[in-house]
Structures are given as C-alpha cells and as structure tokens.
Nanobody, 124 residues
Framework: QVLLVESGGGLVQAGDSLRLSCAAS????????MGWFRQAPGKEREFVAA????????VYADSVKGRFTVSRDNAKNTVYLQMNSLKAEDTAVYYC?????????????????WGQGTQVTVSS
C-alpha cells in the first residue's frame, strides 16, 4: 500500500513554468514505476509522463514532449513533473500514480495507486 500526495499546482500565465511534486509514503517507493496523468474539464483523464523504478527511462505524451520533464528522487520518496512553456490547454487536474510492475506504461489501468490530484490552471 502506498499513499501519494501531489503538490505544486497553481494559477500561472501561458509561457510560465511549474514543478509538481508527488510524495509517497512507505519504504518501497523505489519498487514502483511512477506516472503522471491529467484530466481537463469535460475530458477524460489522459497520460502525461512516466518514469521507471530507477529513473533510467521516461516516456511522454506527444502533447508535452520537449516541454515537460519527469524525474524522481528515491531517497526522498518523491517524483516530480517539471512543466515549462505552459499553455492554456495544459489546464487540468494532475494526478500521480504508482505502478507495481516492471517497466513503464501509459495505460491508466496499469497503475495501482493514485493521488488526489493538484489543480494547474494556465491563463492565456
């Protein structure tokens, strides 16, 4: 069992940057691949980025590739999402999630634990 708590969301202007954090409870954080997802108003939740257990491999949605960077610090039980050059269409609730299997996956169904989400609003 792992508890995930996101933070770092807020209201920013287009072109600004934000860094989201997701802190995990427990001592087994390094055994989870981690993912970030988002849900915009009126839309389904979608994949944003994911990172392997060791952090040696990352995967991104095409819509954020080159602007967002996912990273993790296993010593701090934390995964990050650095978001640069934000656009109005990035406005959403952002969720982190933990996957107990090996590798890195983009499907929501692969993830076993979810945080409550943090709101990111980008004004144009």
């Amino acid at each position: 069992q792992v508890l995930l708590v996101e933070s770092g969301g807020g209201l920013v202007q287009a072109g600004d940057s934000l860094r989201l954090s997701c802190a995990a409870s427990g001592r087994t954080f390094s055994t989870y691949a981690m993912g970030w997802f988002r849900q915009a108003p009126g839309k389904e939740r979608e994949f944003v980025a994911a990172i392997t257990r060791s952090g040696d491999r990352t995967v991104y949605a095409d819509s954020v590739k080159g602007r967002f960077t996912v990273s993790r610090d296993n010593a701090k039980n934390t995964v990050y999402l650095q978001m640069n050059s934000l656009k109005a269409e990035d406005t959403a609730v952002y969720y982190c999630a933990a996957d107990t299997t090996i590798g890195v996956r983009t499907e929501q169904s692969a993830y076993d634990y979810w945080g409550q989400g943090t709101q990111v609003t980008v004004s144009s």
